[in-house]
């Protein structure tokens, strides 16, 4: 992409299974904007929303934007924008922000995935099956067992000083062996 100077900035917009993510940046490749938020099915209105405050805070500003997310073609579709499947936006991101990655892994609200790049930075994806162990959806439903706030889930585990067997193959039998 190429970068231009003035009120002219780059947009990512990520629509997944459960929430919506927007991130506007500057020439310099600075976060100026940036809003996530549960869309509860409802994402082209979500999405318009988030554009409705950005273009409050930033005023009369050009925009290049593309779309992605598995909900992503939706939003594309409805504001006449240009969609670019979620795992081949990663990729190119991770390409060009942080040559030296070599693992990408991305947890959504119903599936999991993981791209390795070789030496030549040629991506190998990988993706779970459909199950939603190990998933933002699961997580969300451990942070309503534990009454917790999804974000105190991470300061809980930076604090824990023990270790307890969990199932690692079935959301399931985790969620089971949580509540034993």
């Given amino acids: 992409m190429e970068k ?8 990512g917009i990520d629509i997944g299974s459960t929430t919506a993510k927007v991130a ?3 020439e310099k490749g600075s976060i100026i ?3 996530y938020r549960r869309h509860q099915a ?9 554009f409705h405050e950005a273009l409050e805070k930033l005023g009369d500003v050009q925009l290049d934007l593309a779309v992605t997310g598995s909900a992503g073609m939706g939003v594309a579709e409805a ?5 670019v499947q979620e795992m081949v936006a990663s990729a190119q991101f991770i ?3 942080f040559p030296q990655v070599r693992t990408f892994i991305e947890i959504g609200g119903e599936d999991s995935k993981v791209i390795f790049f070789d030496d030549q930075f040629r991506p190998d994806i990988r993706m779970n099956g459909t199950c939603a162990g190990g998933t933002g959806a699961f ?6 067992l534990l009454d917790v706030d999804v974000a105190h889930l991470n300061i809980l585990a930076e604090q824990s000083t023990n270790i307890y067997p969990i199932a690692s193959r079935c959301g399931v039998f985790a969620k089971t ?3 034993a």
């Fill in 4 to 11: 231009k100077v003035g009120n002219h900035y780059f947009t």
């Fill in 24 to 26: 506007i940046y500057d």
């Fill in 33 to 35: 904007f940036s809003r």
């Fill in 42 to 50: 409802k994402t082209i209105e979500t999405a318009g929303g988030i």
């Fill in 79 to 83: 504001f006449g924008l240009p969609f």
């Fill in 95 to 97: 390409k060009k922000s």
């Fill in 139 to 144: 997580i969300d439903q451990m942070a309503v």
């Fill in 177 to 179: 062996d949580i509540q």
